[in-house]
């Protein structure tokens, strides 16, 4: 009786002990605060045309 209770309780009292770390990371290391602006985007280059010409040869 005592095994079949303590294999039902361990797993809730794992899972509750997981949350309260989760909650105390929270409260330890809170995200910086964004300003609401997105990051700025660098643009690449578009890639050069191809030089005109008469195309390869078929083999």
């Known amino acids: 009786m005592a095994m079949v209770l303590l294999a039902a309780l361990i797993p809730i009292l794992m899972l509750g002990a997981v949350l309260a770390l989760g ?12 300003d609401g602006l997105e990051p700025a985007v660098l643009r690449t280059a578009a890639p050069a045309p191809a030089p005109a ?7």
């Open 23 to 34: 909650r105390y990371e929270e409260l330890m290391l809170p995200e910086p605060k964004s």
């Open 53 to 59: 010409g008469t195309p390869a040869p078929s083999p």
